[in-house]
């Protein structure tokens, strides 16, 4: 299994830029890197996603260095509206290998 | 687009009861996921289908659990009989599919079932 280690938790004011780490060790060639935001009483929501390197979209960026043991969720200029509950998925969705696994989650505290 | 579509929203049963959950996926999506998550967890994947095969059921706890995709499409989870470490959120999730590329890995999930065993 991907077993995937995340901080419990973190802090950050308005404005600022956030780095959430994700270290996957065992993570396999199959595997591909997801991360899920949850709010309370909802289910997750799709995020950003990648195999290698960097990634971007309209609401984040994906760093993942070459031995891919770990990625970085970096958020851009957090709003109150992002607190919330960040989830890294490790896995390979086709089941040959590493099973999709949730970590325990980081718990994202935005403060005005 | 419609969304993921979960019945109930809430059940209370006591232990030894069973129960049942519904699951209608978006539309086209060949991947069907059922997770539970219990409270302060990540969600954990029991089962996940390919159109009417399953793909991975390795943490499905199969003495007590079952789970079947109709024509691949609807899912039903039943849990027979529960005990009280099933209190969870049941989530249901779709995807395209693994054969349409990355676009076939982001999962849509629903809104989840809570349900209370006492």
């Known amino acids: 299994l991907a077993k995937t280690t995340q901080p419990i938790s973190m802090d950050s004011y308005e404005g600022q830029e956030v780095n959430i780490t994700c270290s996957h060790n065992?993570?396999?060639?199959?595997?591909?890197i997801t991360w899920y935001q949850q709010f309370p009483s909802q289910g997750p929501r799709f995020i950003i996603q990648?195999?290698?390197t960097k990634v971007t979209n309209e609401v984040a960026s994906l760093f993942i260095p070459a031995d891919r043991k770990s990625s970085t969720l970096s958020l851009p200029r957090v709003s109150l509206s992002d607190t919330a509950v960040y989830y890294c998925l490790v896995g390979d969705h086709g089941g040959a290998t590493n099973k999709l696994i949730f970590g325990t989650g980081t718990l994202l505290a935005v403060q005005p | 687009e419609a969304g993921v579509a979960q019945s109930p929203r809430y059940k209370i049963i006591e232990k030894r009861q069973s129960v049942a959950f519904w699951c209608n996926p978006i539309s086209g999506h060949a991947t069907l996921y059922w997770y539970q998550q219990i409270l302060g967890q990540g969600p954990k994947l029991l089962i996940q289908f390919q159109n009417n095969g399953v793909v991975d059921d390795s943490q499905l706890p199969k003495d007590r659990f079952s789970a079947e995709r109709l024509k691949g499409v609807d899912s039903t989870l039943k849990i027979q009989p529960a005990k009280l470490e099933d209190s969870a959120v049941y989530l249901c999730?779709?995807?395209?599919?693994?054969?349409?590329?990355?676009?076939?890995?982001?999962?849509?999930f629903g809104p989840g079932t809570r349900l209370t065993v006492t």
């Open positions: 065992n993570i396999a060639t199959n595997d591909y």
């Open positions: 990648g195999y290698k």
């Open positions: 999730a779709s995807s395209l599919g693994r054969d349409r590329g990355l676009l076939g890995y982001e999962q849509y």
